[in-house]
């Protein structure tokens, strides 16, 4: 996974602790687009630099004019990529991703209210129900919108996520565990 992490040159306070951030990441460059000093973090390899990604992006949310690209796509928000990146680190500290991404999942849903509908890709930032009143009256095919849901929520760059094939979808296999067996602990 590629991350980079652009951040205009300022010379006060939450700049520079963002600078001196960036600065450590695996690759640091200063590039001038419009005549404008802008700093690049760029982590190559994550989740290898995961933990000093996150405080970066973290640092770099009150920054005006500051933005990241996950696989050369660029994020809608900071704050968004804060949160999916946070998730990610914290399945990489479990030996059971899969798990620890359902059981946000089931949480999640909980808070919201769809206890009843468990998302069949277990991800706390695809609310399969939420998704499917979004998409009524797109042009979106059924067999896509785990794909589109996954795009939607600026999520789609996760290892973790499974998405159901055309073919599992289809024959109602489910990527969350407790779908094929509620009882599982």
């Known amino acids: 996974m590629n991350l980079v992490v652009h951040i205009p040159h300022r010379d006060v306070e939450p700049e520079s602790h963002a600078l001196s951030l960036a600065q450590r990441a695996p690759t640091f460059t200063t590039e001038w687009p419009n005549m404008q000093r802008v700093n690049v973090a760029i982590f190559s390899s994550l989740p290898t630099g995961i933990d000093l990604a996150v405080q970066l992006i973290g640092a770099a949310i009150p920054i005006e004019g500051a933005w990241a690209s996950v696989n050369v796509k660029p994020v809608s928000s900071l704050t968004k990529l804060w949160q999916r ?30 206890e009843h509908h468990l998302c ?18 797109t042009t979106v095919s059924p067999a896509n919108r785990f794909k589109v849901a996954a ?28 779908r094929l067996n509620p009882t599982s602990p």
């Open 151 to 178: 795009e939607l929520a600026e999520i789609d760059w996760c290892p973790n996520l499974r998405l159901l094939t055309q073919e599992e979808e289809r024959l109602g296999i489910s990527s969350n565990p407790a």
């Open 120 to 137: 069949p890709v277990p991800c706390q930032f695809i609310c399969t129900p939420c998704m499917r009143m979004e998409q009524e009256g």
């Open 85 to 114: 990146l946070d998730c990610y680190r914290g399945s990489l500290g479990v030996t059971n991703p899969k798990r620890y991404c359902q059981e946000k999942s089931v949480l999640f849903s909980t808070l919201v209210g769809c």
